[in-house]
């Protein structure tokens, strides 16, 4: 049976660029529209040419080879011609395949914003649509507030539809701008607008995730006919971002319901590609990935209850909706005091570790995790640390360096012009090859300032870990007051772009730090002797 097309229109680089803290460089830009063209997304949104000079300068070559390269803007002025709006003469110099065109739909917005006739705000619909279309491209229009408007005047809300349309929009977008709408809502509507005349070939939907629900409303516009579907990498967007293409696609492509009746320009072999392309997006975010995400979190087929995790070994199917795999991820058991044996094992497995299952030492590692978790530990979040555990206790980890003793100094003062500052110290005496370097630094805060030393001097260690670098550090205070235990949690990544967790507990925060940084350059010079890093270099 032949499948219908469903047409992905990704919009990361317009509405996505909304999003409070992200504000992408053209460099940015170029790499996203690469991976999305890549990908098989059929339709890049990359801006709004003319209004910005970064978007300008996006848009003075065409970005995609596949993909269709999108710019976007607001229909003509009301009160000038199509030719004389020098807005409308950017968007058409760009150099893009189509223009989606923004359309206000909601009457009460037509006088509220625009300040025009509702008639007017129809001729400036069909005059951009005819003027795109004019000078050789692909028009789409979004029909702004597409769903508020239909609800307080569905004959107008149809009539800026349907303007776009007869115009020649290849596509009429049903924009929920405001994300508040339900998805019981979005099919009854999307059915009339069908109803009305415009055949579902040439709709689109456009969510927002205001109640949660910007996935689960795609999806219900696709069962009622749309057959394009906008969205963003990992959902980023204003507010509550919109409707997240990572979470979509995959069940587009997986689920049945879906994708029985369609097909969409991401193969099965570019699918298998949705956790890296996810995780290298918030990479190039720079912030940290979301575990609980669907499909492509870290966590998306993690379990740790023993009972399960057992049963999951036998036969995966009890416990996951999809093959891991499918969008390259995969199962992870997690360390945990839940966890028995057969956890363990297959833990240590996966990680290169061959023991015995009636091995003592795996008994005694199994205690020492139990302990240390009881103690505050928290293993299942820092892989390395439970990796060089499991290693020294039925192996052995190679002493590269010993670190003799350290301090920290923090200082709180006024300097000379009377300004209060706080400068932090560090002194380290790490002994390498049977010689004791001494390493000051100075940093921010008494933590940063201990790396900085910790990693200054490694004799002949130093240049493995040039790439060595820090992006997370986590404390949580483990049973209130001052005397508290403190967990510090630290995420390393190295020039190969593999991440790993490692942990400390103490009573003293520093301590606690202390202990996680150690584990880290351990972890690390493992790694490039090939003795560890199975898991982080995944
Ligand atoms: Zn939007």
Same mark, same amino acid.
């Given at each position: 049976m032949t499948r219908e097309s469903l047409h992905l229109f990704d919009t990361t680089l317009r509405d996505g660029q909304q999003t409070p803290g992200i504000d992408f460089s053209v460099e940015d830009k170029i790499a996203i529209a690469k991976m999305l063209d890549a990908f098989g997304i059929d339709y890049v949104e990359g801006g709004y040419p003319g209004a910005n000079p970064t978007d300008t300068a996006f848009f003075a070559e065409k970005r995609t080879t596949s993909a269709r390269f999108v710019a976007f803007g607001m229909t003509k002025r009301v009160g000038v011609s199509a030719s004389n709006d020098p807005g409308l003469a950017a968007l058409l110099q760009a150099k893009s395949d189509a223009i989606c065109f923004v359309a206000k739909s909601w009457d009460y917005h037509v006088r509220l *914003?625009?300040? =025009? &006739?509702e008639d007017e705000n129809l001729d400036a619909i069909r005059a951009s649509v005819e003027a795109a279309r004019a000078a050789g491209k692909e028009a789409l229009v979004d029909c702004e507030h597409f769903f508020d408007g239909f609800k307080a005047n569905s004959a107008y809300a149809l009539a800026c539809a349907k303007t776009a349309f007869d115009a020649g929009a290849r596509w009429v977008v049903l924009c929920d &701008?405001?994300?508040? /709408?339900q998805p019981s809502e979005i099919r009854a509507i999307v059915e009339a607008v069908i109803a009305s005349g415009i055949p579902g070939k040439n709709l689109g939907i456009h969510a927002h995730d205001d109640t949660g629900q910007a996935v689960a409303n795609s999806l219900a516009a696709v069962e009622a006919g749309v057959r394009q579907v906008q969205g963003t990498l990992n959902g980023i967007?204003?507010? =509550?971002?919109?409707?997240?293409l990572i979470t979509i696609i995959p069940t587009l492509a997986l689920k049945p319901a879906f994708a029985e009746r369609f097909e969409t320009g991401v193969t099965a072999e570019a699918l298998a590609g949705i956790s890296r392309l996810s995780r290298a997006f918030d990479e190039l975010l720079n912030r940290a990935p979301? *575990?609980?995400?669907?499909?492509?979190? *870290?966590? *998306? %087929?993690a379990t740790k209850a023993g009972i399960h995790a057992s049963a999951l070994a036998k036969e995966p199917k009890t416990y996951e909706h999809v093959e891991p795999q499918l969008v390259g991820n995969r199962r992870r058991v997690m360390v945990s005091d839940q966890g028995g044996k057969a956890n363990f094992l297959a833990e240590l497995r996966r990680r290169g570790i061959e023991v015995p299952r009636d091995d003592n030492r795996l008994d005694a590692l199994i205690s020492v995790v139990k302990e240390r978790e009881a103690e505050g530990y928290a293993y299942e979040g820092a892989d390395a640390s439970f990796e060089l555990l499991a290693r020294k206790m039925l192996h052995s980890v190679p002493e %590269?360096?010993?670190? &003799?003793s350290f301090r920290c100094m923090v200082e709180r003062r006024f300097d000379a012009n009377g300004a209060l500052k706080t400068v932090s110290e560090a002194i380290v005496k790490v002994i390498v090859d049977g010689e004791e370097r001494m390493s000051v630094a100075e940093g921010h805060g008494p933590v940063n300032a201990l790396d900085i030393a910790l990693r200054k001097d490694l004799g002949r260690y130093q240049h493995e870990i040039a790439d060595l670098e820090l992006v997370d550090y986590k404390v949580r205070i483990l049973n209130?007051? /001052?005397e508290a235990i403190t967990r510090v949690l630290i995420e390393s990544r190295d020039g190969s772009g593999a991440r790993w967790w490692t942990v400390g507990v103490s009573d003293n925060i520093i301590d606690a730090s202390f202990q996680a940084l150690m584990d880290s350059i351990v972890f690390k010079l493992m790694k490039n002797r090939d003795m560890a890093g199975l898991v982080a270099a995944e």
């Open positions: *914003a625009l300040g =025009c &006739t &701008t405001n994300g508040g /709408t967007g204003e507010r =509550c971002g919109n409707a997240n979301e *575990a609980q995400s669907p499909y492509v979190g *870290a966590s *998306a %087929f %590269f360096f010993n670190v &003799t209130g007051g /001052t």
